[in-house]
């Protein structure tokens, strides 16, 4: 489908650019940046010239059975717009929700987990809790990933410290190969017990598997969480596990393709900790990628707000499939180490996301008189019906479509929206069975999807204590701005922020992040702080980061290397992360402030020593970001009939290109661009900011 | 939840809202940031327990609470904990609210003296005033099972308790903060009674600055609310919780009364079984309202060991709010659930009221009965409750081993086991779970903190009572010891008397507790029951108790059987017998199965061992 016929470039050589004074080229600063969104419906590239500042934008239908194919699309349009020469592609950025839409979506790789004899069920134990959240009395335990009847054991048996209690009986190993066999798995979790002490015994299972199931992706938990705990471990393992195959071809093919592109650029991936890194990383434990796109926009919102002074947001990313939805207070995005995905905790470091499956291609669905939109989503094949790929299921963006909400093309002209698939699909799938007009049922498709996020986006303010009208709301994603001002008002936010090109900002997002990677070491046995194996510890830490550094080819100048230790008093279960201040003593007290800033007491207790861990990041370049020229005076290109709850009315339609800083439009109002349309409801009022947001506030 | 603020934000928007909020008007979209800002609070406390305190028993298994009460010390925002009863009253008994100050902290664990609203000793209950411009607006709590207080073993709970003196020191109400001053003499005594004073001494603190920090934060959100808007807000939170409890009371039980009855096998002390007997009673009041009376005081007397539970009167009221609540986050377990009841019927000197000094250590076992037996009622009345859950398994385990040094050192092992919860009918039984918040301590935690090495760790198969939907399945633990020399305290319930299944559902399986299985040395422990002594080298295995199962076990979908037996849940044995479900070579057998479910057995409305109309 992504014939370069269905895509279009959107050159941004209208907007007039300003470096910033003082900005100094890094020394490879010629090079030029690609960055590679590739969601479930659209992929959106974006090339930049990080010197100047100057981008060109390409957006391509996704190919779910191939997406390496629309990545390639997107980028040779946007080199052939720029004029420019593979080799001068410095570095591929991308950032992906292949990961997360597997696991969210329960499509990943059919997967198996080998532990430890006499311990099968640890995964369906998990930790014997009733969440404390939750209503004992309703509470049904959720289906774990893999089941019992997967979960396999070997004869062996490490034990505290590393100490080898039983040896590994291979033969245990051959007959879990066999039913392996049977099963008929694509990948395989290894996580036996204490081998985040000692891993000898689990790599050695994985090398095994991985000669006799060379098809078979194999995950040990020490490549992913090497850490206590043996639950959580196999967990992250085999999420890790189950997403791998489909990660690693993903990742090959962009490689193939980008070398058959003659680009020989590293490729980057975006963790979900709001940095990149390489390939290699993600081959290993693509389990960090499970929020690699979202956290892209999330980075990427960040930075739009922060360039029209907005530092309390929360984002609302609506794509094809799903909903991302984050809040960011003073500008600071959080992390967290014990995220979620889906039902499962994933103690990976992680922007602070929840994900609904709501999006443009969330399908209609009438059961016993109940509509319910999504989670199921018509993704990009066949989309949704008006797309006129064979798609005859009513999704949200056919009911767009038969407001009146949405252009008759997308992509400029270049892809059509037919009405009249739109309306037959809803007629057939929710106005008869319901007994409604075709557009009652779309306004009640859209009435829905809304609430479903207002849902998730108090999930992430009003339960977490913050007020949603202390925020503005920024809308992105391709559908985004089309829900950003209904949103807001059920929501009573008074504020709604459209960026400049709202279906690519996680390719700004993409831009501006670093590289970034931890190196840990947990000691066998925790105490007090002993300065010798402090030094011999961190110097080894170092030479991995420096290989690191090395494989990344960031240069001696970017190079930034936190050192922190994790210390707790004796006794506690919890670390704090203090940086290492040069000696024992001096840590200690570093401790000791921040136990007591943080929880408002400190202990008569010995202070112990738990892990040590540099903290690595490459800075890049930043990005040099456009201003828009001055107001021209925004006048319509086109009117269109919208039906509004209040009525039908005649709507203006703005082309977004041909705008101004300060120039400002009232609704209703329909603004139009290459990769998304924003709609502005009767009552709202809108601004073009000088970075090219659009500023929209209710009268 | 979603529905409310759809239709309420326009107002909230407008001017009229501000308007309302001076008057102290909570409006609705404010009552659920309301809502949402205590829960971050509670979260906060919560976390800050967890990361800061010392003992495994808190940190890792995570035996804490938190909860926000009004200006009267009413509960208004509570944990999602069936057992908790009214926390306040005993502190306000001692020193009556209008004397509390800014900076004061209070702290009891006296049972008898609050009325069973803690039910053991161990159970330590911080609660302090939060007060805005001079004003009493609220309280907060922090409450955590502390893993020694002294008493007769370690642990301080043990099954040969006869009085509650030998079960570790009780604090009475008492000012623990006066205005920002530390009575660190009282402390020093407390902390003086553990045998591990380290642990009590960090729990503390981190109970200390947990409550702490929920006074400043909600001392922030009374500054942004004011004190009025949140006054109003915890009130509606309370008649929300009330009346939706009230309206689903009269929903489940018709006028007149119902009867249900349930029993503990033992006191570990040779007696028993045990009958708790509940009587719930719909009738009209004086002006034709209804009127919801519990009465328990046909229950039978109190027991010479230390299975009575002291049950405080807010307690059956909470747990059938908690069940009335169900799924939906946006409501809020509180006092609106004891509320709900208008009168609770309890006689002194019965096992839920037993008289001081009576023992109250293993009073878990007693308590989960209760909770099953409230919804016998349920079942009785409308049928759509749960079947029985298994109470939770302790071991306390205390000794010596010798450290790397080559030094003795002594040590407590409290491990908690899950067991396997009712079936529903429209789910099965939770799997494998202890209670609310409480979590397992992991294999390679408890090995690295503790003389024990486990061996096996896994689903009891067969513990599930068979059903429709099948009961939850129970764990089976296995330790080999390494340490020098063991005492260890067991606590097993529903062994004889199994937790019953309904509609045609099956009881779940019973527990044990055995020393060496399997070998020449091969004993068996009595199931409640202390002063089993280990030595190195020994096995000792643990299988706990499955949930009662849920509709007919022929109506369970073979496939789902199989799985069953596939994933180690079921045995092909029973899927037979008691699924009429034939497994061969891993594949369900349709021909015999349909054989075997032709000859469907006859059911009656209970099962505990066998089909009965009425448990007794």
Not at chain 1, 268 to 284: D, K, P
Not at chain 2, 238 to 256: I, K, N, S
Request: hydrophobic share 40%.
């Amino acid at each position: 489908m992504s014939s370069p016929d269905s895509s279009a470039t959107l050159p941004s050589s209208s907007r007039m650019s300003f470096p910033e004074a003082g900005q100094r080229p890094s020394p490879d600063a010629r090079s030029l940046v690609v960055a590679v969104d590739i969601g479930g419906t659209f992929t959106d590239v974006t090339l930049q010239d990080p010197s100047s500042g100057r981008a060109w934008r390409a957006k391509t239908p996704s190919l779910p059975s191939d997406p390496s194919q629309a990545f390639l699309t997107g980028v040779r349009l946007a080199l052939e717009e720029a004029a420019c020469q593979p080799q001068e592609v410095g570095r591929v950025l991308h950032g992906t929700t292949v990961a997360t839409n597997m696991i969210l979506e329960r499509k990943g790789a059919r997967a198996a987990l080998v532990t430890t004899a006499g311990f099968r069920h640890v995964l369906e134990i998990g930790r014997q809790d009733i969440p404390r959240r939750v209503n004992l009395y309703s509470w049904v335990k959720p289906k774990r990933p893999v089941p019992a009847s997967r979960i396999l054991e070997v004869r062996e048996r490490i034990g505290v410290g590393g100490v080898e209690l039983e040896e590994l009986d291979e033969a245990s190993v051959a007959a879990a190969i066999e039913s392996l066999r049977k099963l008929e798995v694509e990948a395989v979790a290894v996580c036996l017990l204490h081998a985040f002490a000692n891993p000898a015994h689990e790599q050695r299972v994985a090398e095994l598997l991985r000669a006799a199931l060379p098809d078979v992706a194999v995950t040990a938990s020490t490549d992913v969480l090497p850490v206590v705990r043996e639950y959580e471990r196999s967990l992250t393992t085999i999420l890790n596990a189950s997403v791998m195959p489909g990660i690693a071809s993903y990742v090959g093919h962009l490689e193939e393709r980008l070398a058959d592109a003659k680009i020989t650029a590293p490729l980057l991936l975006m963790q979900s900790n709001g940095g990149v890194a390489g390939a290699r990383t993600i081959r290993r434990a693509p389990a960090l990628t499970v929020l690699s796109g979202p956290a892209a926009g999330v980075v990427g919102a960040r930075d739009v707000a922060a360039a029209c002074g907005f530092g309390d947001i929360i984002t609302v990313d609506i794509g094809g499939t799903s909903a991302d939805i984050a809040l960011i207070k003073g500008g600071e995005i959080s992390l967290t180490q014990h995220g979620q995905v889906g039902e499962w905790p994933l103690s990976l470091p992680m922007v602070d996301i929840v994900t609904i499956g709501a999006g443009g291609g969330s399908i209609a669905n009438v059961t016993k008189g109940t509509l319910t939109v999504g989670p199921r989503s018509a993704g990009a094949q066949p989309g949704p019906a008006c797309y006129g790929r064979g798609g005859t299921e009513a999704t949200v963006t056919d009911a767009h479509v038969v407001l009146g909400q949405l252009p008759e093309s997308l992509l400029a002209g270049r892809m059509a929206l037919e009405r009249s698939l739109a309306e037959t699909a809803i007629r057939k799938g929710v106005a008869e069975p319901l007994g409604l007009t075709i557009e009652e049922a779309a306004r009640g498709m859209l009435a829905i999807i809304d609430s479903n996020m207002v849902g998730a986006i108090r999930v992430v303010s009003v339960e977490r204590g913050h007020d949603p009208r202390d925020f503005t709301l920024v809308a992105f994603g391709g559908a985004g701005p089309l829900h950003g001002c209904s949103l807001s008002a059920l929501l009573g936010i008074e504020k709604v922020l459209i960026p400049p090109a709202p279906g690519v900002l996680c390719a700004e997002g993409l831009l501006a992040a670093d590289l970034k990677a931890e190196f840990s070491r947990t000691l066998a046995k925790s105490g007090r702080i002993d300065e010798v194996v402090v030094t011999r510890l961190y110097a080894e830490l170092a030479e991995d980061a420096k290989s690191w550094f090395e494989e990344e080819g960031v240069a001696l100048a970017d190079r930034r290397e936190q050192r922190v230790a994790l210390l707790r008093y004796h006794g506690q279960g919890s670390e704090l992360a203090v940086c290492w201040a040069g000696d024992a003593t001096s840590t200690e007290v570093q401790f000791s402030k921040a136990h007591s800033a943080l929880y408002g007491f400190t202990l008569d207790a010995a202070i112990e020593l738990v892990t040590l861990r540099i903290e690595a990041s490459g800075r890049m370049p930043a990005p040099v970001r456009e201003k828009l020229g001055r107001a021209r005076g925004a006048k319509a290109i086109a009117t269109r009939r919208v039906r509004f709850a209040e009525g039908l009315r005649d709507v203006p339609v703005f082309d977004r290109e041909k705008f101004g800083a300060g120039d400002s439009f009232t609704g209703p109002a329909i603004i139009t661009q290459l990769d998304a349309t924003t709609l502005i409801p009767p009552g709202w009022e809108g601004e073009v900011h000088v970075s090219g947001s659009l500023l929209l506030a209710r009268e | 939840m979603l529905r409310s603020i759809e239709d309420e934000a326009k107002p909230a928007a407008d001017a009229s809202s501000k308007k309302q909020a001076a008057a102290g008007v909570c409006d609705p979209v404010t009552l659920e940031i309301l809502r949402g800002a205590i829960r971050a609070v509670q979260a906060e406390m919560e976390a800050l327990i967890e990361r800061t305190a010392i003992s495994a028993f808190i940190r890792e298994k995570k035996d804490f609470y938190t909860s926000l009460f009004d200006a009267d010390g009413v509960m208004a925002v509570g944990s999602n904990m069936p057992v908790f009863g009214d926390m306040s009253g005993s502190v306000f008994k001692r020193f009556p609210p209008e004397a509390m100050r800014p900076g004061d902290l209070y702290w009891y664990s006296d049972c008898y003296e609050s009325t069973g609203a803690v039910s053991h000793s161990n159970d330590q209950v911080l609660i302090a005033p939060v007060f805005h411009q001079g004003r009493r607006c609220a309280f907060v709590m922090s409450w955590a099972h502390f893993a020694d207080i002294g008493g007769m073993r370690a642990g301080s709970i043990s099954p040969d308790a006869t009085d509650i003196f030998q079960e570790g020191i009780i604090v009475p109400a008492t000012k623990l903060i006066d205005g920002g001053c530390v009575n660190e003499a009282v402390l020093e005594m407390f902390h003086r009674n553990s045998r591990f004073p380290e642990q009590s001494r960090g729990d503390m603190r981190a109970l200390m600055a947990s409550v702490e920090l929920g006074v400043k934060r909600v001392d922030e959100i009374l500054i942004r609310f004011g004190a009025a808007v949140v006054e109003d807000g915890l009130r509606q939170l309370l008649e929300r919780t009330r009346r939706l409890v009230r309206e689903r009371l009269a929903e489940t039980f018709p006028y007149g009364t119902h009867r249900f009855t349930d029993a503990i096998d033992s006191d570990g002390h040779g007696n028993g079984p045990y009958r708790m007997r509940f009587a719930l009673t719909r009738e009209r009041g004086a002006k034709g309202e209804d009127r919801f009376v519990l009465d328990a005081s046909g229950s039978d007397d109190q027991s010479p060991g230390p299975v009575n539970f002291l049950m405080n009167p807010g307690v059956p009221g909470m747990a059938l709010g908690l069940y009335y609540l169900g799924g939906d986050p946006g409501q809020v377990c509180n006092a609106g659930g004891p509320q709900a009841l208008d009168e609770v019927v309890l006689r002194e000197g019965s096992l839920l009221a037993p008289r001081f000094p009576a023992p109250l250590g293993m009073r878990g076992l007693t308590m989960m009965r209760v909770l099953a037996a409230l919804m016998g009622l349920v079942n009785v009345a409308s049928g759509k409750g749960p079947a029985a859950h298994s109470a939770y398994v302790i071991t306390l385990m205390r000794g010596t081993f010798t450290d790397e040094k080559g030094e003795k050192q002594p040590f407590l092992l409290s491990d908690g086991i899950g067991v396997g919860y009712g079936a529903r009918p429209y789910a099965d039984g939770i799997d494998a779970v202890y209670f609310v918040a409480q979590e397992n301590y992991p294999v390679e935690f408890v090995e690295l903190g503790y003389p024990v090495r486990l061996t096996h760790y896994g689903i009891a198969r067969d513990s599930g009572g068979p059903g429709r939907y099948r009961g939850g399945c129970g764990i089976v633990r296995e330790y080999e010891i390494l340490a020098d020399d063991a005492i260890l305290a067991v606590r097993i319930d529903g062994v004889t008397n199994p937790p019953w299944g309904i509609a045609g559902g099956m009881s779940g399986g019973a527990g044990r507790a055995v020393v060496n299985p399997g070998t020449e040395r091969e004993r068996a422990l009595r199931p409640l029951s202390d002063g089993n002594r280990l030595t190195r080298g020994d096995t000792l295995r643990i299988e706990t108790g499955g949930g009662g199962g849920h509709g007919h076990p022929f109506d369970r979908p073979a496939e789902d059987v199989l799985e069953d037996v596939l994933s180690g849940f079921v045995s092909e044995k029973a899927a037979a017998k008691l699924y009429g479900v034939v497994i061969a070579a891993e594949k369900v057998d349709a021909a015999a199965t349909a054989a075997l479910r032709r000859k469907r057995p006859q059911v009656r409305a209970f099962h505990r061992n066998e089909y009965v109309d009425v448990l007794a």
